[in-house]
């Protein structure tokens, strides 16, 4: 017998996409925003002091739960800090799954999810999008007790109403986590859902809408019982103090993110225009990603000639994927390269 238990000797690990070395490619393939974090990060890391790095960092953040709090129009008793929405991830299925408790979702959709689930031994419930990635009837009577919606989903960029998540928040027996990593490049969002309903908890991420993927931030909301519940799986120090500083200067400067934001949603405008003038077919997207089928169907070989010219995107040799490739809104001048690329491969 070997050292580790069955499900870990078995699993076939997540799989992170590629990180290239160099700094000087065009990178449009794990979905960074292309900005800067707001200067107000930058100076609240460089102001981080000698004794707030010896010091064990406050074990719930409350100035970011605060801040957060204020902008959701909820009290800091709803929110959870996690090291990155990962972290609120892997906590959701400790708390909520074992062997006899089962997680659903609808595939395809974020791949830690079946990762997360054989590290659990809980059982996955898969269940197929249509082709327009409509929320499918069939999520509801799973009997699961955490059902996981990602909205915006990814790999596809769909958008899912808040009002028909709330009619599956209402008819679940189990938890409802709605996956928004992305939500900020959508047009609405479901953060009103937890005070309505004791069983939706919100993920959000730092990672993308606010320049922040290298410092590991995200946040639970959820109803203050879900919550303590989730404290009680989660680290006791999850998030460290630089990353702590960081997110609050953030989240606190609005101005900032909002401008942001508002340039990745114009030029993802501009991005699907050129990429359907050169024939690609592209699903409409409430994220900083698109998903585009190649013409041909031959998303591999377009991936490995980006990629020969420095400009990586994100291609998924999976089942109704394999004729697609993703690829990250950029800066303008980076959709430029790409497309420019891309006229000399399909021609
Ligand atoms: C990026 C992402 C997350 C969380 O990412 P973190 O960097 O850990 O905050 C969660 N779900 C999806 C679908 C994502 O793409």
Same mark, same amino acid.
Do not use: W
């Given at each position: 017998m070997g050292y580790f238990r069955e499900n870990i000797e078995k699993l076939a690990g997540y799989e992170p996409g590629f990180q290239?070395?160099?700094?000087?490619?065009?990178?449009?393939?794990?979905?960074?925003?292309?900005?800067?974090?707001?200067?107000?990060?930058?100076?609240?890391?460089?102001?981080?002091?000698?004794?707030?790095?010896?010091?064990?960092?406050?074990?719930?953040?409350?100035?970011?739960?605060?801040?957060?709090?204020?902008?959701?129009?909820?009290?800091?008793?709803?929110?959870?800090c996690c090291?990155?929405?990962?972290d609120l991830l892997t906590i959701a299925f400790r708390a909520f799954c074992d062997e006899n408790r089962a997680v659903a979702y609808?595939?395809?959709?974020?791949?830690?999810?079946?990762?997360?689930?054989?590290?659990?031994?809980?059982?996955?419930?898969e269940i197929a999008f249509d082709a327009e990635?409509?929320?499918?009837?069939?999520?509801v009577g799973t009997a699961a007790t955490l059902t996981i919606v990602c909205n915006p989903n990814a790999p596809s960029g769909t958008f899912i109403?808040? #009002?028909?998540?709330a009619c599956l928040a209402d008819e679940l027996s189990g938890v409802l986590l709605i996956d928004e990593a992305y939500?900020?490049?959508?047009?609405?969002?479901?953060?009103?859902?937890?005070?309505?309903?004791?069983?939706?908890?919100?993920?959000?991420?730092?990672s993308k809408g606010y320049s922040l993927a290298g410092i590991r931030f995200g946040y639970a909301m959820a109803n203050p019982a879900l919550i303590d519940g989730l404290m009680k799986v989660k680290d006791s120090y999850n998030v460290d103090a630089v990353a702590i500083a960081a997110a609050t200067a953030a989240i606190s400067d609005q101005a900032y993110f909002r401008d942001n934001v508002e340039r990745v949603k114009k030029d993802r405008k501009t991005l699907i225009a050129n990429l359907e003038s050169l024939k690609f077919k592209v699903m409409?997207?409430?994220?900083?990603?698109?998903?585009?089928?190649?013409? %041909?169907?031959?998303? #591999?070989?377009?991936?490995?000639?980006?990629?020969?010219? %420095?400009?990586?995107?994100?291609?998924?040799n999976l089942p109704g994927l394999n004729d697609k490739v993703r690829i990250t809104v950029g800066t303008s001048e980076q959709n430029e390269k790409l497309i420019s690329a891309l006229k000399e491969i399909v021609s």
């Open positions: 290239p070395k160099a700094a000087d490619v065009v990178k449009l393939n794990t979905n960074e925003n292309p900005y800067p974090p707001s200067p107000e990060v930058v100076k609240a890391v460089a102001a981080m002091s000698a004794e707030g790095l010896r010091r064990y960092p406050d074990p719930t953040a409350d100035a970011f739960r605060e801040a957060a709090g204020q902008l959701h129009g909820l009290g800091p008793e709803f929110i959870m090291n990155g929405g990962d609808p595939v395809p959709t974020y791949s830690l999810y079946a990762v997360l689930a054989k590290l659990q031994n809980c059982r996955a419930i990635y409509n929320l499918p009837p069939k999520l109403s808040a #009002g028909e998540l939500v900020d490049f959508a047009d609405d969002n479901c953060a009103g859902l937890v005070k309505e309903f004791d069983n939706v908890i919100v993920l959000r991420s730092m409409d997207s409430s994220s900083n990603f698109l998903l585009a089928r190649c013409v %041909n169907g031959n998303a #591999g070989e377009v991936y490995n000639s980006l990629a020969e010219r %420095n400009i990586y995107v994100r291609y998924f």
